[in-house]
């Protein structure tokens, strides 16, 4: 573990300054201020923190969870060590303006900083994470008095923000939200129901945390378009003070994973005295919140990514450096053991992980890459390009990560064997993290109705033929710099047959099917992602064969190959599935459309 | 969990008289004694003490795992008092025959017992498992002394057994298994070496433990032919009493998973007096351990589908009363939230389960009979038969229950969101039990090696053709059932696909290709899975269809409907796969043969 770099620096190099032209963003107005130079002094210590500070305190933070002691949560002894650091590294408000106190940061280069605090201690960085969308959400929409009170102690760290969406009765159906919001004279709301699930939504880090809270304005409509979004701090202040304001810790959740970050039972208004404040106008907040999603959802994305990154480089060591068994073909017993990262499954396991780690986190950073355009592009017509395409790519970086992410972090663990299911070792750790980014944030069955019932289809279409127009860009790319042609062909056939099925689902969604349409979503979704990282492999393996070309030195070399060698993993055993999948969605089997309840 | 059945009766009942001829074995003459009744009887007592007196304790001891105090391990209160009533179930000898004091059961029975166990608190059934295992090696191999002094005390339960192969420098490699044992004047060795994860390897339920362990007599010739087997008991009997052997714990393992049984590191002879006694002759440790291996790996394969099956039964059962959501095509927020099974995506992950799990459990069945007429059958010819087809599904029903059990467990979690995710609920813990099978007795890639490089080349392709002509048979079956021809032609197809890259595979090893022809063993095990247990399905399908012809009520037409849609479902999307499988393993992706460690 002491060694373990988390992400690699060299794959983060490549990514930002060989695949995608990061400096290129500082063109932007709103990057001026920025250079490779700065990009890299802050990449610079984000690692260093997380190798340094962070990574060394996740085992003992997993082993002890945050207990609840009296009516609140208190943390484990090494996170109150750690969150004044966490603060200081300023990661809160990075890509936010300048004029909120941040450093505005392209999200290309402040998500792969984050990456390293993920992949360290995962639960750590996730106080601040889950702060900085809560204040984002303030900055947004929220008005000056609640941007000077909450945003700004918010960003700064003095506080922290949760989300406070879930209730025990609905669950990811927030039609069903049934807190409740009652005007008063002065300006605030009386907020009263449940909420489950708040992460971080007690600790004893901060001295206050504001529930970014959905709930219903008394006499608003039913459904969606009656939910409104408040502000509730813990406490509030008072002539300067701040008091309690009503908010209960009624429990926490006991959890396989993430267990340094409690998640919460929250109790509004039992005593009828918890002041909320209303963010924007009444009956938005779905839509405030539906804003913010796709950075929520990139995150979970990259928390995904890192928890298989850290895991994939613990069992390449492990593999490299473990002695056992010899090659088929000499079975000496006298002969030494050799290293398992000889033996070819071994390996496989190991691209296997490579592929999947690296194909998401180019994805990843292709589509940070648009957020910045949607939100900074030089003209509107490139802003609402990026913003379809960021749009569209976002359910797959998150549902994709965390799906393929779990079977890389289980391999993680297969390859140390007996010692892998044991906490000796880190890699059980990290599966059982893994597990909840399929859960939270939309599940993956509710990612994939949103990519197949909207993103796919927005713009009329619009946004595929955008996809398809970047796509043919890198295989044009490939194709100059020498990569094999069948590669480029295979994903040319791949982008056809999955604009085809599109095309079919669309149609059967239009004449009122839309049940049968969405009958195959999740391998529509899986279809989808497996074409579009091979994209990002293909992609990569053309900058790889660039590389050579001009490479000085065999170290260069042999990262290249490396690349190559996984693009071709990639291209020649998942993106085959395809024409399975394809046949799936568009004709392939009923059986659980008609599968009865009673059948079970 | 109060409600669940664990296994389905109706499942086994279905599959031991319907689908296969369960009663046909009394026949035999070792079953002769036997009848539907005490199949019946030994059944329903089994599910009776799962139920009531095995699973209300899985929690607790899943919470508080078995400690060290002082020299030796404290196991959970909860497993003191479980423990007599377990050996009183006598299940321990249940297979064995009389004059051993077993009950002489067939597995095909004994297996489903077991199986009712392993769901409701597999960490409690293994001690016995374990000592069933251990205590056959030495009535099959052992002296009239050692069966005397050591068998039959193991086989009543007053003392347990262990398995004691691994050590820490040689893992999977018992080839480099370095344990040494010095022969002495009085018919004892002493033996001298380090033991890792030997499951109950110290407890304190039973009075003395019997370890079978691997050791290298001095002298002996290197590599797996210098192996021998010794029954090193932590106690020996010197002149009627127990005195201690010499055997230490050195550690307990912490596990993610298993956590009623501990997993030792164990020290032999430390103070040169650890007396082991042979069992059968020198050098044929391995062999012998061979020989015994076919039991062990089934049951392995039993604890995974045993593991999913809980975890099924507990996601169906959340997916009938949870109430989330609306249907696709009425969204209106005033009408009431519906059970999530009515979400096609969740039946789907929910047949998908079924599907795995019950396919599985048909296969294991199946290969219990094979075991039951390997051993009793009535010819030489009928048990050669029996016994290449029991040793070609083996690494299948170990592997495959484990991989696709593993998946099947995410699924469970999955299907309760949030809740899922914490140890409110128990699929969590499931998923943590089930992520071992895929590790112990033998990983997924040993398996597949075996499959490939041994099983299905067995008597010149002759496990092969015995097997196609089983496969026949049920195509036949389900042919004059009425079962759709579509279905059958499929497999059909999977089957002739199979027999051609199985060919073409073992003629690469033929001309010394060995690395070849083994890179994509994993795949390869995959693909033979997939067409087997798309064979069970096919079967189970056609005897539901001959059942719903005759069937006198509603309620058994919805079983039996259910059986056919988990046919088709996995003969729709999961045997489409072969095509792709097949590709692979004859001339697909060689990327990871290439992959150079350096370029990682």
């Not at 063109?27 to 923190?49: G, P």
């Not at 030195?553 to 291209?571: L, P």
């Amino acid at each position: 573990m002491a060694n373990n770099p988390l992400v690699s620096d060299r794959n983060v190099e490549f990514l930002l300054y060989e695949v995608f032209d990061a400096e290129g963003l500082c063109r932007l107005s709103a990057y001026e201020e920025h250079s490779r130079e700065t990009f890299d002094l802050v990449l610079q210590n984000a690692r260093k923190f997380a190798r340094e500070v962070l990574l060394p305190t996740y085992k003992a933070v997993d082993e002890a969870p945050a207990q609840r002691v009296g009516e609140g949560i208190r943390v484990h002894p090494a996170l109150q060590a750690i969150y004044p650091k966490l603060v200081e590294q300023g990661m809160t408000a990075a890509t936010r303006p300048v004029s909120v106190g941040g450093q505005q940061l392209p999200h290309t280069v402040a998500t792969l900083c984050a990456l390293y605090g993920m992949a360290a201690n995962l639960s750590a960085v996730s106080y601040l994470g889950l702060t900085a969308g809560a204040a984002h959400l303030i900055e947004a929409f929220g008005s000056e008095a609640l941007k000077a009170e909450m945003m700004s102690r918010m960003y700064s760290g003095q506080w922290t923000g949760t989300m406070a969406l879930t209730e025990p009765q609905a669950g990811s159906s927030l039609t069903d939200v049934k807190t409740t919001a009652t005007p008063t004279e002065h300006g605030h709301y009386l907020v009263r129901g449940n909420k489950v699930f708040i992460s971080g939504g007690d600790q004893d880090l901060t001295e206050n945390i504001v529930h970014l809270t959905l709930a219903r304005i008394d006499g608003a409509p039913l459904g969606i378009k009656g939910v409104s979004l408040f502000a509730v701090p813990k406490k509030r202040l008072e002539s300067g003070k701040l008091v309690p304001n009503d908010v209960h810790c009624a429990g926490a959740f006991h959890k396989m994973g993430w267990r340094g970050i409690p998640s919460i039972a929250l109790n509004l208004g039992e005593n009828g005295d918890c002041h909320g404040w209303l963010v924007g106008e009444p009956h938005r907040g779905i839509s405030y919140m539906f804003q913010m999603m796709n950075e929520a959802r990139l995150m979970v994305g990259m928390q995904a990514i890192a928890t298989a990154s850290v895991a994939y480089f613990e069992s390449l060591e492990y593999a490299r450096v473990r002695p056992q068994g010899r090659p088929l073909t000499s079975k000496n017993p006298a002969s030494p053991q050799v290293p398992i990262i000889e033996h070819a499954d071994v390996r496989r396991m190991l691209l296997r992980q490579k592929a999947i780690v690296e194909g998401a986190l180019a994805l990843g950073v292709q589509t940070a890459l648009y957020a910045d355009v949607a939100a900074h592009g030089s003209t509107p017509q490139e802003r609402q390009r990026a913003f379809l395409l960021l749009d569209m790519m976002t359910p797959i970086v998150k549902s994709f990560s965390a799906e393929k992410g779990f079977e890389s972090n289980a391999l993680a663990v297969q390859i140390h064997g007996g010692y892998g299911y044991t906490s000796e070792y880190l890699p059980e750790a990290w599966l059982r993290d893994q597990k909840l980014n399929s859960i939270h944030e939309g599940t993956t069955c509710m990612h994939s109705m949103d990519l197949l019932g909207r993103k796919v289809l927005a713009d009329q279409g619009g946004a595929l033929r955008l996809l398809r127009s970047d796509i043919d860009a890198s295989i044009q790319r490939a194709s100059a710099a020498g990569i094999d042609p069948e590669w480029c062909r295979a994903l040319e056939r791949a982008v056809a047959r999955t604009g085809d099925v599109t095309m079919q689902l669309a149609s059967l969604g239009m004449s009122g099917n839309v049940d049968e349409m969405m009958l195959h979503s999740v391998d529509y979704l899986d279809l989808f992602s497996t074409v579009v990282v091979a994209w990002q492999w293909l992609l990569q393996a053309a900058v790889a064969q660039e590389g050579m070309a001009k490479a000085a030195s065999d170290t260069s070399s042999e990262f290249y190959e490396g690349k190559v060698c996984a693009a071709e993993y990639w291209i020649k055993t998942e993106l085959p599935r395809v024409d399975h999948l394809a046949a799936l969605c568009t004709g392939g089997d009923g059986s659980y459309a008609r599968m009865s309840p009673a059948w079970f």
